[in-house]
């Protein structure tokens, strides 16, 4: 099993940047497709973002397209969100998530269901 931890979140304001990230423990991630999901109060979680395993492919959800970059450093077995022109409706809680390439295959997953292993997740406020 893979432990997620992510870091990173806090109080900011719009247009304001934040760098996400996403440590693994247990198991190395360099075997696990990530992703970034989100969850605002009375909201249904949503797909962010999400990357292959080396990084060559990387998806994003329209509302946060060149704002958002996803990128990963497979030697730390990290994962990075790195979120510049924040906006208030960017509030959410941010959850990273991991699924073995193996089972559900090597490119960007956008679908939440695909994913076996989730963080605790980090706040991220934004203030307008």
């Known amino acids: 099993q893979v432990q997620l931890v992510e870091s990173g979140g806090g109080l900011v304001q719009a247009g304001g940047s934040l760098r996400l990230s996403c440590g693994a423990s247990?198991?190395?991630?360099?075997?696990?497709?990530a992703g970034w999901f989100r969850q605002a109060p009375g909201k249904e979680r949503e797909f962010v973002a999400a990357?292959?395993?080396?990084?060559?492919?990387?998806s994003y959800a329209q509302f946060v397209k060149g704002r958002f970059t996803i990128s990963r450093d497979n030697a730390k077995s990290t994962v990075y969100l790195q979120m510049n022109s924040l906006r208030p409706e960017d509030t959410a809680v941010y959850y990273c998530?991991?699924?073995?390439?193996?089972?559900?295959?090597?490119?960007?997953?956008?679908?939440?269901?695909?994913?076996?292993?989730w963080g605790a997740g980090t706040q991220v406020t934004v203030s307008s």
């Open positions: 247990g198991r190395t991630l360099s075997s696990y497709v």
């Open positions: 990357i292959s395993l080396i990084g060559g492919r990387t």
């Open positions: 998530a991991a699924a073995l390439a193996l089972i559900v295959g090597d490119f960007p997953q956008i679908d939440g269901n695909k994913y076996d292993y």
